[in-house]
Every structure is written in C-alpha cells, then in structure tokens.
C-alpha cells in the first residue's frame, strides 16, 4: 500500500524561503513511471496544483508559481521535497504530495499524504 | 477565482440523488479528462472518478461521472450521512499548462 506523509515547519515568516518534504513508503519515487506532486488548499479556499515530479527526477512547475518554487528528491530516503521562495501570507496552506493515478501526468491524483499546514506570519 | 465552477453548495435527504456540476471551457474539460475528489473533514481529498467516468477500484457504483463539451457532472445515488463532504472536479488546461481545479461544492445531507 503506498503512503505519502508531508513533514515541514507549521510557521514561517514572510520574505522567507518554506521547505517541505514528502517521504513515500510502499513504492519508489525513481521506478514505475508516475508523477509526484504537490498541491496546496488555502484556507476555505480550493485547490491550487504546485507541480510534479516525474520518476525520472524531471521536473514541471505551474507557471503562476514557477518563479518562486523548485522540487527536488533524496532517492536513498524515497523522499521528494518542495521549495517555495519569498513566502507571503498568501502562501498560507495546508500543502499535500500526491501521486499521478497512473503514468500519465493528466490522469489524475491517486495517493494523497494527509497534508501540512503551513501559516506565513511574522 | 477558480478556472473550474462549481456550485458552492447543494443539499439533499439521505436516500435521495445528486447532482454537482463543473463547468470548464475548451482548453480544459472540453478535451482532457475529469477527475473528482471527495474531501472529508479535515482528510485529504480522496479521488472518486478519474477519465470523466471510471471509478477506481473501492470506490460504490452509488457515485458515477459524466462530461458533455465544456462541462463535467458527478451523481451521487443513494445519499448517506457520511457523504457529506467537498467535492471538487479537476482537469489539465491545456492553455494555462496546469491542473486546475473547480472551488469545490459542500454537500450537505439533511
């Protein structure tokens, strides 16, 4: 059975720089050809997709936000991780990984961590 | 403001059917596939339909998806109480080169 589980800091300041990680169990983020992902709910608000990671370690940001954030992988620790610069309240969230459904990067979101909020306050 | 609209809210009484509606344009729905998640409080959305109209596996025929042009609709047959959740529709754009998503409807069962 494949898990995702999101770890990072609850509360960060503006101007600063969020990092989150995404330790996967039960499947291997570098075989199988799916896509990992990270998308964020703000507040009583809807979903907003961040990006995806391939299995290969490509990478693919939605343009909105392409400027301020990065994903990268630990492979030994089946973890991926998010990176998202100059935080402004607006990137208050609770912010999931999640798997593509199938090998396809439009198919869908299959596996979903259970989320961590993440507040930007100063 | 969602690329994707949905009804903020719809209610029915346990037994009976719904519907949501989600509507899109022709860089989204039109020509790439719906999927639907249900989000229970406090959960993380869980998906209910995936290619417009398949359900994985787990997942009751009570809950059906269907897409007509730039609009896509979930049924929900047989409400129970713990249907009452968010539901939200998602599709790649095409134009924007992203997933985008609807706002989500609450469903509430009286």
């Known amino acids: 059975q494949v898990q995702l589980q999101e770890s990072g800091p609850g509360l960060v300041k503006p101007s600063e720089t969020l990092s989150l990680t995404c330790s996967v169990s039960?499947?291997?983020?570098?075989?199988?050809?799916?896509?990992w992902n990270w998308i964020r709910q703000h507040p009583e608000k809807g979903l907003e997709w961040i990006g995806y990671m391939y299995f290969s370690g490509t990478t693919y940001y939605n343009p909105s936000l392409k400027s301020r954030v990065s994903m990268s992988r630990d492979t030994s620790k089946n973890q991926f991780s998010l990176k998202v610069d100059s935080l402004t309240a607006a990137d208050t969230a609770v912010y999931f990984c999640?798997?593509?459904?199938?090998?396809?990067?439009?198919?869908?979101?299959?596996?979903w961590g259970q989320g961590t909020r993440v507040t930007v306050a100063s | 403001q969602s690329v994707l609209t949905q009804p903020p809210s719809v209610s029915a009484a346990p037994g009976q059917d719904v519907t949501i509606s989600c509507s899109g344009s022709?860089?989204?729905?039109?020509?790439?596939?719906v999927s639907w998640y249900q989000q229970l409080p406090g959960t993380a959305p869980k998906v209910l339909i995936f290619d417009n109209n398949e359900r994985p596996s787990g997942i009751p025929d009570r809950f059906s998806g269907s897409k007509s042009a730039t609009s896509a609709t979930l049924g929900i047959t047989g409400l129970q109480t713990g249907d009452e959740a968010d539901y939200y529709c998602g599709a790649w754009d095409s134009s924007l080169n992203a997933w985008v998503f609807g706002g989500g409807t609450k469903l509430t069962v009286l």
């Open positions: 999640a798997r593509s459904l199938r090998t396809s990067a439009h198919d869908g979101f299959g596996v």
């Open positions: 022709s860089s989204n729905i039109e020509i790439n596939y």
């Open positions: 039960g499947a291997s983020i570098s075989s199988g050809y799916y896509y």
